[in-house]
């Protein structure tokens, strides 16, 4: 299983991105499909999490400002990032697993995202 993160790049504050990951090499559709960033000597923490059947869940820095979606056919997960603010600034992961709370997580590559104030 391969996860394809895109969509990352540089930004002044206030602005948008999108980012986009497709999961190929599979023929399940994942329950669990999000993302993940990792500041620079920071963990790696969850910015938004969707399962196949529509539950969402987003971390308390993003809410009001990110959205995240799929589309199930294309086992595809995208992240809207409005109103970027330089704290935003990580390599951002997508992220899938088949079951909500539990089991094997898979990772994309990583894409850089910097937001300059």
């Known amino acids: 299983v391969q996860l394809q993160a895109s969509g990352g790049g540089l930004v002044q504050a206030g602005g948008s991105l999108r980012l986009s990951c497709a999961a190929s090499?599979?023929?399940?559709?994942?329950?669990?499909m999000g993302w993940f960033r990792q500041a620079t000597g920071k963990q790696r923490d969850m910015v938004a999490r969707m399962s196949s059947g529509g539950l969402v869940e987003y971390a308390d820095a993003v809410k009001g400002r990110f959205t995240i979606s799929r589309d199930n056919a294309k086992n595809a997960v995208y992240l809207q990032m409005n109103a970027l603010k330089p704290e935003d600034t990580a390599v951002y992961y997508c992220?899938?697993?088949?079951?909500?709370?539990?089991?094997?997580?898979?990772w994309g590559q990583g894409t850089q995202v910097t937001v300059s104030s």
């Open positions: 992220n899938s697993k088949h079951y909500w709370n539990t089991g094997y997580d898979y």
């Open positions: 090499g599979t023929t399940f559709v994942f329950n669990v």
